[in-house]
């Protein structure tokens, strides 16, 4: 089994449209909350979203899209594109130059590619209305490959030119976290050298609001409280859209290419809770066993661990079943490690999730720093044992796990490790 390392990451996110600021904001634990101007009627009871700056998007026209000069896109590729689809774009850009990849690397037949995003509902709503509307004929010929949620996948491979394996995933909340372990398993046993990990969403009404009819949406109007993980007045998750791009070697495409890795990813887990298709596991059965695969994929154990990036979206259930599973895994080790949620930064970015929060523990391990617990004023007594620090600590996290949960009871965890740790 070969190591892997990341060795590039791209960021479209609320806290930063680049690694340098979204490393900044994520030192600072300055979130990406704002009141969201569609959400301002009364009869809307969320008003609070992570947004993205600098992205004008709103159109279910390309032509009429604005984003930074920096990036240049030909028209025939943004028609074919949904809002998260130029998001994911970018940040692959982004993610490539930062790997230093050259066109005969990206286009190699053992450079691969692995995606996640729900699709763009906004799109699908307008082109299926149209279609409705105006009839069969009048709809367009790219309105497929726009909406539906392979939408990422089609639009990627055909622009860069991407030879090796290619797939989408749809496990909610925990896509990226399957598209990056399975992408760790293609590299591991030499399937390919190089896999691309891509995960976004469009993070606006039609992609965020039906989650209000789950009761799973904060309905705070002060953005600084809107989300909470692990505090006693936390209310539910503050969406957000964007996109993150990672770059995932061999040991052996490291070594030849010469290149610095953020961190090495050591291995992973997966697990099912079989309990519900919505709400996890009451004693986070699913996701403990996931923990427990990771390490023990990883050849590691718990007291290895110093840092656990949480799945903690700030719902009363959830956050309280993954404590769960952090002391069963973790017995009275459980009270040592390290636990932050970067949602509480960010806004929860659904299947994009684990993407963006992996990119940022990259950052956070080579930038020698552990992210604290944003927004956590009044603990909650139940998790009164764990390990909360409220500020960013100055020391990086040598093995960390960072955990998944989605619908259906999917769980994904991920291990870590600092380069040399």
């Given at each position: ?127 299926l209305q149209r279609m409705r509307d105006l009839g069969v004929s009048r709809c367009s010929p790219v309105g497929v490959v726009a ?168 719902t009363s259930i959830g956050d309280a079943s993954e404590v769960k599973a952090i002391r069963s895994v973790f017995g009275p080790e ?88």
């Amino acid at each position: 089994m070969r190591k892997v390392f990341i060795t590039g990451l791209g960021f479209i996110s609320s806290i930063g449209n680049d690694k340098a600021a979204v490393e900044a904001n994520l030192r600072g634990l300055r979130h990406g909350f704002e009141l969201y101007p569609p959400f301002q009627r009364p009869e809307i009871p969320v008003k609070v979203m992570g947004t993205i700056k600098e992205f004008a998007v709103s159109s279910v026209d390309a032509e009429d899209w604005t984003f930074p000069a920096r990036y240049s896109i030909r028209r025939e590729l943004l028609r074919s594109m949904a809002p998260h689809g130029l998001y994911a774009h970018c940040a692959m850009l982004q993610a490539i130059e930062d790997a230093r990849l050259a066109e005969g690397d990206l286009q190699s037949d053992l450079t691969g590619l692995y995606c996640a995003s729900a699709g763009s509902p906004m799109v699908l709503t307008y082109y299926l209305q149209r279609m409705r509307d105006l009839g069969v004929s009048r709809c367009s010929p790219v309105g497929v490959v726009a909406s539906i949620s392979g939408t990422l996948n089609f639009n990627l491979v055909a622009a860069f030119k991407i030879r090796g394996h290619s797939c989408g995933f749809s496990s909610a909340c925990a896509s990226t976290g399957h598209a990056l372990g399975f992408a760790y398993d293609d590299i591991a046993v030499g399937r390919q050298e190089r896999m691309i990990v891509v995960g976004a969403e469009d993070g606006n009404t039609e992609a965020v609001l039906p989650f209000a009819g789950m009761r799973a949406l904060s309905s705070a109007t002060n953005p600084d409280l809107a989300s909470r993980p692990f505090d006693i007045g936390r209310d539910g998750f503050v969406g957000t859209g964007g996109a993150t791009v990672l770059v995932l070697e061999s040991e052996e495409s490291v070594a030849r290419r010469a290149v610095t890795p953020y961190a090495e990813l050591a291995g992973w887990g997966q697990a099912s809770d079989g309990y519900n298709v919505a709400i996890s596991h009451p004693e986070g059965l699913g996701l403990a066993s996931a923990m427990q695969r990771a390490l023990r994929s990883s050849g590691l154990t718990p007291a290895q661990v110093d840092y656990i990036n949480a799945h903690a979206t700030s719902t009363s259930i959830g956050d309280a079943s993954e404590v769960k599973a952090i002391r069963s895994v973790f017995g009275p080790e459980a009270g040592r490690v390290a636990v932050s949620s970067t949602k509480a930064l960010t806004g929860h970015g659904l299947s994009m999730a684990t993407a963006l929060e992996t990119g940022l523990c990259a950052l956070a391990m080579r930038g020698g720093f552990t992210p604290g617990c944003a927004g956590l004023r009044h603990v909650d007594p139940m998790f009164g044992d764990l390990n909360l620090p409220r500020d960013t600590l100055p020391v990086g996290p040598r093995v960390l796990l960072n955990n998944a949960s989605g619908f259906g009871g999917a769980n994904v965890s991920l291990v870590m490790r600092a380069v040399g740790g």
